[in-house]
């Protein structure tokens, strides 16, 4: 899962209430995202930030919102206005620009273990 | 929006055997690449391949691409119990900017 940690594994969170989940990486990535998954789903892109203080809204941003204060740090916040927020939640990161390699994986994603995420 | 659909959306096979697995798009890209999900846990890179490619190697993993059809493909060679995951491939936008991923295919490996 390399330098992403993202904390707690496992949520549970009455309905009503907001919940925020942390996204925290140590490579020094310019770019974070957050993904939801469904059973047996794909991954749907939330939010995704390219720098400090930006953010732009992926597909399905309704009833999320983000702030990136700081470079490592991506918090999710699910709020009530979420209809079914029960879902596994995936944070990544990646580097902005060619890499020391010469550029052959610049756009690769970094993953965080996911935050399991139930409505009770 | 989906992207990328891959196919089969599962499939089973005997150690040893090889095992491939197709993704389609839509739109042109700029690249391709292939991750895999281990059960309950993030994803982890395989393989990118680049518009202007048409086929890349890395260990036991294939991957070609064919631009005029909109395809790709990842063949596993020689495969062991530890290669069960869900594989997906990705296909970048806007600039390189997201990536958009497939439903992707669950793999299992029977001993």
């Known amino acids: 899962d390399g330098g992403i940690t993202q904390s707690p594994k496992y949520l549970f969170r009455k309905e009503g209430q907001n919940v925020t989940l942390s996204c925290e990486q140590n490579?020094?990535?310019?770019?974070m995202y957050w993904y939801r998954q469904d059973p047996g789903q794909g991954l749907r892109l939330i939010y995704y930030?390219?720098?400090?203080?930006?953010?732009q809204k992926g597909d399905i941003a309704e009833g999320y919102s983000v702030s990136r204060e700081k470079k490592e740090s991506f918090p999710l916040t699910v709020t009530s206005a979420q209809k079914n927020p029960t879902a596994f939640y995936l944070c990544?990161?990646?580097?902005?620009?060619?890499?020391?390699?010469?550029?052959?994986?610049?756009?690769?994603?970094?993953f965080g273990p996911g935050t399991r995420l139930t409505v009770l | 929006s989906q992207q990328g659909e891959e196919d089969p959306q599962a499939l089973s096979i005997q150690e040893g055997e090889n095992a491939t697995m197709n993704c389609s798009y839509k739109?042109?890209?700029?690249?391709l690449q292939w991750y895999r999900q281990n059960s309950g846990r993030g994803l982890v890179h395989l393989i990118l391949?680049?518009?202007?490619?048409r086929e890349k190697h890395s260990g036991r993993l294939r991957v070609t691409l064919d631009t005029s059809k909109k395809s790709s493909s990842l063949l596993i060679t020689a495969s062991r119990a530890a290669d069960t995951a869900s594989y997906f491939c990705?296909?970048?936008?806007?600039?390189?900017?997201?990536?958009?991923f497939g439903q992707g295919t669950r793999l299992t490996i029977n001993p």
């Open positions: 990544a990161s990646r580097p902005i620009g060619f890499g020391t390699s010469g550029g052959s994986s610049y756009n690769e994603q970094f």
């Open positions: 490579l020094n990535h310019d770019a």
């Open positions: 930030s390219q720098i400090v203080n930006d953010f």
């Open positions: 739109t042109s890209i700029n690249n």
């Open positions: 391949i680049r518009s202007n490619e």
């Open positions: 990705a296909t970048d936008a806007d600039g390189a900017q997201k990536l958009v």
